[in-house]
C-alpha cells in the first residue's frame, strides 16, 4: 500500500509570492491534516479535511489556506510569503472513526518550503 | 486547551544505555496518547500508542503506559542502538471517538543521539 506523497519535496520562494503543496492521502484515509513544523515552534497543527470540508484549523493567518478533492487528494497554499513561513510542511492521513480510526496519523515526508 | 510537556534534550547515550524520556500532559477529556519519531530528512511515524488509561504501547523496544493518575506517558527503552538516534515526539489526541476531529498536541520533541 502506497503511504503518503507530498509534492513538491523542497522549493525555494521569495517574499511575497504564494506556494501551493499537494498531498496524496494513503487509499480509503478519507482525513488529511497538515502541520508545519519549524525549529522555534515545533509542529503546529494548520487544518484537517474529511471529505471535502475543513473541520478544524489552528491559529494561522488566512494566507494559509487549504481545501479536499473528492478523491481525498489535499492541497495547502500560503499566500503572500514571508520569511516565517519557511517550514516544513507535514500532511497526514488517517481512517476516520467511522472507519475505524483511533486517531493514528500516517505523515508524508513534507515539502521544505525555503522563503528568501 | 490540550498541551503536552516533555523534557528538552538533546539525549545523548552510549549503545545498550537505558532510555527514558518524560512526557506530560494536559486535556480536557479523555485523550489517546503517541509516540512519534522522526528519523533526520524522514516525516513522523507512529511509533507506539494507547488510548486508555493503563493501557500498554510497546514496539521495537519501546515502551510507554498511560497514566492517568500523573497525566504521563514516559517512553523508555531498555537497550538502545545507534539506529535509535532520531527525534521523539509525544502526542495526544482528543475526541477520538464519536466522529471528532483529528488534531494532533505534540510536544517540543527531543533529540536522542546514541554513540556506538
Known amino acids: 500500500k502506497a503511504g503518503v506523497t507530498q509534492t513538491p519535496r523542497y522549493l525555494i520562494k521569495t517574499r511575497g509570492q504564494q506556494v501551493t503543496l499537494s498531498c496524496s492521502p494513503i487509499s480509503g484515509h478519507r482525513s488529511v491534516s497538515w502541520y508545519q513544523q519549524t525549529p522555534g515552534q515545533g509542529l503546529q497543527f494548520l487544518f484537517e479535511?474529511?471529505?471535502?470540508?475543513?473541520?478544524n484549523k489552528g491559529n494561522f493567518p488566512g494566507r494559509f489556506s487549504g481545501r479536499q478533492f473528492s478523491n481525498s487528494r489535499s492541497e495547502m497554499n500560503v499566500s503572500t510569503l514571508e520569511l516565517g513561513d519557511s517550514a516544513l510542511y507535514l500532511c497526514a492521513s488517517s481512517l476516520a472513526p467511522g472507519q475505524g480510526g483511533t486517531g493514528e496519523l500516517f505523515f508524508g515526508e513534507g515539502s521544505r518550503l525555503t522563503v528568501l | 486547551g490540550n498541551s503536552v510537556t516533555q523534557m528538552e534534550g538533546p539525549v545523548t547515550l552510549s549503545e545498550e544505555a537505558f532510555l527514558t524520556i518524560n512526557c506530560t500532559y494536559t486535556a480536557t477529556g479523555y485523550p489517546s496518547l503517541f509516540w512519534y519519531v522522526q528519523y533526520p530528512g524522514e516525516g513522523l511515524q507512529l511509533l507506539l500508542k494507547?488510548?486508555?488509561?493503563?493501557d500498554k504501547g510497546s514496539n521495537k523496544g519501546f515502551e510507554a503506559t498511560y497514566r492517568k493518575e500523573t497525566t504521563s506517558f514516559h517512553l523508555e527503552k531498555g537497550s538502545v542502538q545507534v539506529s535509535d538516534s532520531a527525534v521523539y515526539f509525544c502526542a495526544l489526541i482528543d475526541g477520538v471517538s464519536g466522529g471528532s476531529n483529528y488534531k494532533l498536541t505534540f510536544g517540543k520533541g527531543t533529540l536522542l543521539t546514541v554513540n556506538p
Open positions: 494507547a488510548t486508555k488509561a493503563d
Open positions: 479535511y474529511f471529505s471535502e470540508t475543513q473541520r
